[in-house]
């Protein structure tokens, strides 16, 4: 089996694969679940880790009492928040050095004046909503840094986000994972979840394909 194959069976059972977790490493499933978070937000080469599904699935967990909801809540909503501020000290650090020289072949100075003209425009709401769409959340706080968006503003939107998206899917998992037409099709509803969020994905690219 190859990474892509395992990587997609680890997203489509994740509830199974943190239950065997669980078992095997107790309370050590906490700093685990943290850590995916972290380099799931934090690490812009790393965008395919599980991220909605997971935090429905420990949701799901938390509600059959294998963990307590309300300190994967404050962990993750940590890592969530503390992920996208390392992308963005990431991003922030590369920048000068990707737009050091005008003139190159591969990147343009104004790039990157446009794109602080973007985040200092819309870059709020940006961080807010990518954080629901897979790979556009592991980017945006890298582009952000990389645009000199205002830390402080940056900041205060990336904590709303984060807590925003770490309440919504931990929750969601916790209070409707244990109703019986859920609980007996969580791999659909992963599916679903995993759906949903490419979404709004799929819609902008096929959009911007008709244009052409």
Not at 33 to 42: A, H
Not at 67 to 80: E, M, P, W
Not at 127 to 152: L, N, S, W
Not at 160 to 165: A, V
């Amino acid at each position: 089996m190859n990474i892509f194959s395992s990587l997609i069976d680890f997203l489509l059972h994740v509830d199974a694969n943190l239950i065997s977790i669980i078992s095997q490493y107790g309370l050590l499933v906490y700093p685990i679940l943290f850590l995916i978070i972290l380099v799931e937000t934090g690490l812009v080469i790393m965008p395919f880790l599980p991220g909605d599904s997971l935090l429905f699935v420990s949701g799901t967990l938390a509600a059959a009492g294998s963990l307590n909801v309300f300190l994967l809540f404050i962990l993750l909503a940590i890592a969530a928040i503390l992920g996208d501020s390392i992308n963005y000290a990431i991003g922030s650090y590369l920048g000068p050095k990707v737009f050091k020289y005008p003139d190159s072949k591969l990147f343009k100075k104004q790039h990157l004046i446009k794109t602080q003209q973007f985040y200092e425009k819309h870059g709020g709401k940006t961080i807010i909503i990518a954080r629901f769409m897979p790979f556009v959340r592991t980017f945006a706080p890298f582009v952000a840094g990389i645009g000199r968006m205002q830390y402080a503003r940056f900041l205060a939107f990336n904590i709303t986000g984060g807590i925003l998206w770490t309440g919504l899917f931990l929750f969601a998992g916790f209070f409707f994972g244990e109703i019986p037409l859920i609980k007996n099709n969580l791999t659909l509803v992963i599916i679903i979840i995993i759906f949903l969020s490419l979404l709004p994905g799929i819609i902008a690219y096929l959009r911007e394909k008709l244009k052409h």
